[in-house]
């Protein structure tokens, strides 16, 4: 069946560094692809995605990019923030499976100021 | 931003209680989802309503009891709960042929 992969947690970086969190998927069809973000207390809010192979998501500096070849969907964002601490899914949708949204396990990222 | 609340925010119960968990949206949509998120595994679909009817039922116990009687509302009934039921519960609610679902901020429920 369809499944999501990433990066295992936590993950742990200083103010101003690059972030990667890498993320696959195993699909049958053509999913879209998402990034949530869930902050400390809260529920799970949809940060990017992006429908077909080759877009790019972006949202709040951050920018993932579709890679049919490779299966991937990596978050990226240049410089992160203390504020961007927070648990990150990947996720894929194929809509003729009953629109189920199949999570991964989210990565879990701490930036130290 | 979120059109979806939950209440209460969080919850104790004894295991011989009953309770209930209630979900709102004010989104116009007409799907709804009840999610289970706990420590040690992924985020976990419970339930799946579209157009108020019940099309998803992932193998969740039968203390667990989902109730949608419109479109906007939500419920989820609580009896006889285990202490591995704590968790955070969260609701959410997508429009038919959309992609993207909205969450609630979860009721983090703790079972004594």
């Known amino acids: 069946g369809d499944s999501v992969t990433q990066m295992e947690g936590p993950v742990t970086l200083s103010e101003e560094a690059f972030l990667t969190i890498n993320c696959t998927y195993t699909?049958?069809?053509?999913?879209?692809l998402f990034w949530y973000v869930q902050y400390p207390g809260e529920g799970l809010q949809l940060l990017l995605k992006?429908?077909?192979?080759?877009d790019k998501g972006s949202n709040k500096g951050f920018e993932a990019t579709y890679r049919k070849e490779t299966t991937s969907f990596h978050l990226e964002k240049g410089s992160v923030q203390v504020s961007d601490s927070a648990v990150y899914f990947c996720?894929?949708?194929?809509?003729?499976?009953?629109?189920?949204?199949?999570f991964g396990k989210g990565t879990r990222l701490h930036i130290l100021p | 931003e979120t059109g979806v609340t939950q209440t209460p925010r969080h919850l104790v119960m004894g295991m011989t209680n009953k309770k209930s968990l209630k979900c709102e949206q004010h989104?116009?949509?007409?799907?709804m989802y009840w999610y289970k998120q706990s420590a040690k595994k992924p985020l976990e679909l419970m339930f799946v309503?579209?157009?108020?009817?019940?099309?998803e039922n992932n193998s969740v116990p039968s203390r667990f009891s989902p109730e949608c009687p419109n479109s906007s509302h939500l419920f989820l009934h609580l009896h006889t709960l285990q202490p591995e039921d704590s968790a955070l519960y969260l609701c959410?609610?997508?429009?038919?042929?959309?992609?993207?679902?909205?969450f609630g901020p979860g009721t983090r429920l703790l079972v004594l």
């Open positions: 959410a609610s997508s429009q038919r042929g959309q992609e993207t679902q909205y």
């Open positions: 699909a049958t069809g053509y999913p879209s």
């Open positions: 992006a429908t077909k192979a080759d």
């Open positions: 996720a894929l949708i194929t809509m003729n499976r009953d629109d189920k949204i199949i």
């Open positions: 989104l116009g949509h007409n799907a």
């Open positions: 309503y579209s157009l108020e009817e019940r099309v």
